[in-house]
C-alpha cells in the first residue's frame, strides 16, 4: 500500500545542501600529510615514505628516510595526556638513555624542542619523533624462550636502576592504588551493572588488594619510575640487546608492577607449565643480576598480578570510543577477562 504523500513533514531545510558539524572523538592523519609534517619540523630528514603502524589511544608513523634509516612519529591522542605528562615521559626516556639503557628516544627538532603540537578536528594533538627499537619483537611475545627472557630481565633492571635517580618538574601520576584500583573500579562498575556476580567479586579482590597493602610490607615495595606496560610486546630484541618503547602508561610507581607484567606474560605463553617456568625463572635469574629483589617482594607478585589485571581490564575500556564497543565491554570480553582473574590465587607457595 502506497504511503500518503503527507506522511511526514517536510524538513525545514533541503539536507543535501546542509553540511553538519559534529564533534570528533579522534582524527586518523593521513600519512602523507605525516611525511609533510615531518621533513617540515626536521629538515635534516630526507624522508622518503610514511606508513600508518599503528592506530589508538595514540598514533604510530613509521618514517623510511633516502638511505633506508627508520624512525617513528608518535601523535599524542587529544586529553590522554596533559602536555607536562608527556614532557616527563621523554624526560625519563632521555635520562634512561644517558645512563646506558637503550630505548627509542625522542628526536629533539633544530630550535631545541622535542614535541611540536598541531591542530586536528577533535582538538589539539602532540607529535613527536623517536628513533626505531633496532631488532625484533621476539616470539611468543614479550619475552620469547628462556635463553632470551635473560636479556630481558637484565635490561628491566638497569631501566630501573637508572630511573631510581630520575627527577622531572614535570608532573605525571602516580601509579597507586588509588589510580590502579579505585579509578578501575569507577571505570569498570557502568560496564558491570548487568553482571552483579562478577561486580561483587570484584571488590572482593579489591578488599583483598587493600588489605595487602596495609600489611608493612605492602608499604616497605621499592617505588619509583616504572615503564608501566613493558610486557605487551613494547621491547624488541638484537642479539643480547633489549630496546623499550612505547612509554604511554609510565610513571612513578611500584617496581614489582613491572616484575608482576613479566610474570604474567610467560605464565601465558602458549607452552607447557615446565617451559613457562623455565622461561620466568630465567627472566628472574636475569634482573637478580643486576638489581636485588627481596623475598617479600617476590610474595607480592601474585597480589600485584591481580591487580594488573583489573588495571588492564579496566583501562582497555578507553580504546571503545576508538574501535567500538562490539568487543571492549561486551559479554565476551568480560567473560574472558573474569575467567583469568578467577584462575588466580592471591598466594604463591613459591614462584620461582
Known amino acids: 500500500m502506497p504511503m500518503p504523500e503527507n506522511a511526514f513533514s517536510p524538513l525545514p531545510f533541503d539536507i543535501t545542501e546542509k553540511a553538519f558539524s559534529l564533534p570528533v572523538t579522534h582524527s586518523t592523519l593521513a600519512?602523507?600529510?605525516?611525511?609533510?609534517?615531518?621533513?617540515?619540523?626536521?629538515?635534516f630528514l630526507e624522508a622518503a615514505g610514511c606508513t600508518l603502524i599503528r592506530m589508538g589511544w595514540n598514533d604510530t608513523y613509521r618514517i623510511t628516510t633516502t638511505t633506508n634509516s627508520i624512525y617513528m612519529v608518535r601523535i599524542y591522542g587529544v586529553d590522554r595526556h596533559t602536555l607536562s605528562a608527556i614532557q616527563y615521559e621523554l624526560d625519563l626516556l632521555l635520562h634512561l638513555a644517558q645512563l646506558g639503557v637503550s630505548v627509542s628516544l625522542p628526536i629533539a627538532r633544530p630550535d631545541g624542542l622535542l614535541i611540536t603540537p598541531i591542530s586536528v578536528p577533535e582538538g589539539r594533538r602532540y607529535v613527536v619523533l623517536f628513533t626505531a627499537a633496532p631488532g625484533r619483537v621476539p616470539e611468543p611475545f614479550p619475552l620469547g624462550n628462556a635463553e632470551q627472557s635473560i636479556y630481558f630481565g637484565q635490561s628491566l633492571a638497569m631501566l630501573h636502576t637508572?630511573?631510581?635517580?630520575?627527577?622531572?618538574?614535570?608532573?605525571?601520576p602516580a601509579l597507586d592504588l588509588r589510580y590502579l584500583l579505585d579509578r578501575s573500579l569507577a571505570q569498570l562498575q557502568p560496564f558491570l551493572k548487568q553482571r552483579i556476580d562478577d561486580w561483587d567479586y570484584l571488590l572482593d579482590i579489591a578488599n583483598e588488594i587493600r588489605m595487602c597493602f596495609a600489611d608493612p610490607i605492602g608499604n616497605h615495595l621499592d617505588w619509583g619510575p616504572i615503564h608501566g606496560d613493558a610486557f605487551s610486546a613494547n621491547a624488541t630484541l638484537a642479539?643480547?640487546?633489549?630496546?623499550?618503547?612505547?612509554?604511554?602508561?609510565?610513571?612513578?610507581?611500584?617496581?614489582?608492577?613491572?616484575?608482576?607484567?613479566?610474570?604474567?606474560?610467560?605464565?601465558?605463553?602458549?607452552?607447557?607449565?615446565?617451559?613457562?617456568?623455565?622461561?620466568?625463572?630465567?627472566?628472574?635469574?636475569?634482573?637478580?643480576?643486576?638489581?636485588?629483589?627481596?623475598?617479600?617482594?617476590?610474595?607480592?607478585?601474585?597480589?600485584?598480578?591481580?591487580?594488573?589485571?583489573?588495571?588492564?581490564?579496566?583501562?582497555?575500556?578507553?580504546?571503545?570510543?576508538?574501535?567500538?564497543?562490539?568487543?571492549?565491554?561486551?559479554?565476551?570480553?568480560?567473560?574472558?577477562?573474569?575467567?583469568?582473574?578467577?584462575?588466580?590465587?592471591?598466594?604463591?607457595?613459591?614462584?620461582?
Open 31 to 43: 600519512a602523507q600529510g605525516v611525511l609533510s609534517l615531518v621533513r617540515t619540523v626536521y629538515p
Open 162 to 172: 637508572a630511573a631510581d635517580t630520575f627527577d622531572s618538574t614535570h608532573e605525571r
Open 239 to 352: 642479539g643480547d640487546r633489549v630496546t623499550w618503547f612505547d612509554f604511554d602508561l609510565c610513571g612513578p610507581g611500584w617496581r614489582v608492577f613491572d616484575l608482576a607484567g613479566a610474570y604474567g606474560s610467560a605464565m601465558g605463553q602458549d607452552r607447557t607449565d615446565e617451559e613457562r617456568q623455565q622461561v620466568w625463572l630465567s627472566f628472574l635469574e636475569g634482573y637478580r643480576e643486576k638489581r636485588q629483589v627481596t623475598e617479600e617482594t617476590l610474595a607480592f607478585i601474585p597480589t600485584m598480578h591481580m591487580l594488573l589485571l583489573v588495571y588492564f581490564m579496566a583501562v582497555n575500556l578507553e580504546k571503545g570510543p576508538l574501535y567500538g564497543f562490539q568487543w571492549f565491554g561486551s559479554d565476551a570480553y568480560f567473560d574472558a577477562h573474569f575467567k583469568e582473574l578467577r584462575s588466580l590465587p592471591f598466594e604463591m607457595s613459591k614462584i620461582e
